[in-house]
């Protein structure tokens, strides 16, 4: 049944009524025979690219295959960060489309993704990272995108209950972005999966990817655990499995697969507003609307496809929360977990061409960053698909 | 070379020590240290040089040795750390080693480079496993037992040296401070402050 | 994860560093192909779940430089050499097929 629009009206309907009258948010598609566009990989990334690419192109047939369900992946194991708050110049434009996005996003999927624009602080700890972080603003300032260099008193304003005299990080100030915040992840991938839905798009889920088949160099289509499906193009959306994907169609990357884990405490009472990251060793925390401490810290650092990190990296992410906020000694971590991720030198995501020139057949490495699942969605179609 | 009028001063400039019955912590502040590393393919000759001039046995494995008056601490493969005491004499043991490894090892002091102390009594087991990550029980790790591993992120050599139990921790001597203040921290619930 | 280090027995990886791919050997700098095969060298990798050989360094310990066989997947670690060993193996074999 197909689902009308999320309003006020609705819900206060359903609410006299039990909530009996929701149908699912998108179909359980069956896979048809052939499509125009077929997106490998129902996580963010993906599910994103569907989305814009069916709103743009009314008359494609499009379709994203997930061998898992959709919200099972990466995208529901993020710490929901959404920032644009980078350096380089291919970074900042890239993040602050996303930024844009997501501004906009919840009218124009209808759904609440609990975009929170609440505030992303970088702190830093010395006279050289004041600067560099000085260097960071004024490039980001340079490319339009806000933000502000604050110092201890601001920030001490702000989250007074830092560690501001510790002493070897003694906390000098913060660069703050206020547009910079956090987005339910897992809404992220709903709402779009919903959206893409709504503009005809087929999600076909527990589909897992086997083979291509290729005709004069030129993709055709793909085998998958239920069965074949033809395709004009193909995208794939990965993450960490970008290897194993690529390697089906010929491929080596220059991509590894590595684990990042992120943990969340017990539910506590309001504490921290915005995402607070410690510039002296790897830490990021944010507080969820439930009230768990969400925060991580560094990559494990060797390749894995476990989803699941080791004891020193947990060690060295609660000594850095300790030496930045030591009372949340006290609370009681709740659940830790690992995601794997496609890593290259740079860590950004990666758009690349099947070699044979021509053929369109596509893939577009996906990595960590929820805040790319927006602009990464929008650029994957804009550059790659519609080529 | 004149000898130096300038007083020692203990790596340790913080570090309380113990005659608790649970937790002995004492300084070695007194020793005379050489690293020995083996040169290419000499390792034998190495062996050879010491056995005639000490009488003992270099180990190929994480142990130490006791000779008269002096140990070798295994250090790496083909690396030792030969300790001796100092004493009133002033001995060298840089000075006493490098004509008998001559063009077959790198001999260096490191007697003020590294810092060591002595930890003993019933609790040391429960004192170090707050920081070592290695298993320091009787069945696994024995009298004369060498390993080179971390305590608290500090890089440590460690070895036992009776059963009693006690052992000896060799780290650089510019992180004395900061083992003296895990320890501190680690033993305080048996010796208190 | 555990490290089985053939020098100090069975450690915690705290104690060691990654290095990455054990496989993948410098190329000759004046190839004519030199530019693709160090682009290969230093960027592509195989990267598929199961075994794979990877360099560990043994930082906290005794130094060694290790060759260690991990499945990817499970983090289940396979066997353990010493680099050392596996290089100069490596290098006889080229010359014995030189």
């Keep these: ?387 | 070379m004149a000898k130096s009028t300038l007083a020692a001063q203990s790596a340790f400039t913080d570090l309380k020590t113990s005659k608790h019955a649970a937790l002995t912590i004492e300084v070695l502040d007194d020793l005379t240290m050489a690293s020995i590393a083996s040169s290419k393919g000499r390792a034998e000759e190495v062996k050879a040089a010491i056995r005639a001039a000490y009488g003992v046995e270099l180990p190929t494995t994480p142990e130490r040795v006791t000779g008269k008056g002096i140990a070798f601490i295994w250090h790496g493969p083909d690396q030792w750390m030969a300790i001796a005491d100092r004493g009133a004499g002033m001995r060298d043991i840089e000075v006493e080693l490098k004509p008998v490894l001559a063009g077959i090892a790198a001999v260096v002091d490191q007697s003020d480079g590294r810092a060591v102390v002595r930890l003993s009594g019933p609790r040391v087991r429960d004192v170090l496993a707050k920081g070592v990550g290695i298993d320091l029980d009787p069945r696994a790790f024995k009298s004369n037992g060498v390993a080179i591993t971390h305590a608290s992120h500090i890089g440590i050599v460690l070895w036992q040296v009776n059963d009693a139990p006690a052992y000896e921790i060799a780290m650089f001597r510019s992180f004395a401070d900061s083992f003296a203040t895990w320890l501190t921290h680690s033993a305080a619930e048996f010796i208190g402050h | 994860m555990r490290i089985n280090c053939p020098c100090c027995g069975e450690r915690g990886i705290d104690e060691f560093s990654y290095y990455g791919d054990a496989t993948v050997t410098r190329p000759d700098l004046t190839s004519p192909t030199a530019m693709a095969e160090f682009v290969a060298y230093a960027f592509e990798r195989a990267n598929i779940p199961g075994p794979h050989r990877e360099l560990w360094y043994h930082a906290a310990g005794c130094h060694l430089w290790l060759v260690v066989t991990r499945n990817i997947a499970t983090h289940e670690i396979l066997s353990v050499e010493s680099a050392r060993d596996v290089a100069l193996a490596r290098n006889a074999n080229a010359k014995g097929s030189a």
């Excluded at chain 1, 009314?58 to 992946?73: D, P, Q, S, T």
């Excluded at chain 1, 993040?95 to 124009?108: N, R, T, V």
């Excluded at chain 1, 906020?325 to 030198?345: A, E, K, N, Q, T």
Aim: hydrophobic share 40%.
């Design chain 1, 1 to 387: 049944m197909p689902v009308g629009d999320y309003s006020i009206f609705s819900v206060m309907k359903e609410a006299l009524r039990g909530h009996t009258g929701w149908g699912p948010a998108w179909r359980d598609a069956e896979p048809k025979p052939a499509y125009d566009i077929v997106i490998i990989g129902g996580g963010g990334h993906g599910l994103a690219t569907a989305y814009y690419l069916a709103k743009e192109y009314k008359a494609a047939r499009i379709a994203v295959v997930e061998k898992g369900w959709i919200g099972g992946g990466n995208v529901g194991r993020n710490t929901t960060i959404v920032r644009s708050n980078y350096m380089l110049p291919g970074n900042i434009p890239f993040y602050e489309l996303s930024m844009k996005l997501w501004e906009g996003l919840e009218q124009d999927i209808n759904y609440n993704a609990m975009v929170s624009q609440r505030g992303v602080l970088n702190l830093y700890h010395s006279d050289g990272q004041r600067d560099a972080f000085a260097r960071r603003g004024n490039s980001m300032r340079l490319h339009g995108v806000d933000c502000e260099l604050l110092d201890a008193d601001a920030v001490r304003k702000m989250v007074p209950f830092l560690d501001f005299e510790n002493a070897r990080f003694p906390v000098h100030g913060g660069l703050l972005q206020r547009r910079g915040g956090t987005v339910r992840h897992d809404a992220v991938a709903w709402g779009y999966a919903r959206a893409a839905d709504r503009h005809g798009v087929d999600i076909i889920q527990n589909c897992e990817v086997t083979a291509f088949r290729f005709e004069n160099d030129h993709v055709v289509g793909i085998e998958t655990s239920r069965g074949y499906i033809g395709a004009g193009k193909v995208g794939i959306s990965v993450a960490g499995n970008s290897s194993r994907v690529a390697a089906m169609a010929g491929m080596k990357l220059p991509i590894e697969s590595h684990v990042l884990q992120a943990f969340v405490t017990e539910s506590i009472k309001p504490f921290i507003d915005g995402v607070v990251t410690f510039g002296a060793g790897h830490f990021y925390i944010s507080q969820s609307d439930k009230g768990g401490l969400v925060f991580g810290g560094d990559l494990d650092g060797y390749n894995s496809y476990a989803q699941r990190g080791n004891m020193p990296v947990v060690e060295d992410v609660c000594e850095g929360g300790m030496a930045l906020m030591p009372r949340i000694g006290r609370v009681r971590l709740l659940r830790s977990w690992g995601r794997h991720h496609g890593y290259v030198d740079g860590r950004q995501p990666v758009h690349r061409s099947h070699p044979h020139q021509g053929s369109l057949f596509q893939w577009r490495v996906v990595l960590r960053r929820l805040q790319g699942d927006a602009s990464g969605g929008h650029v994957f179609r804009a550059s790659d698909c519609t080529r």
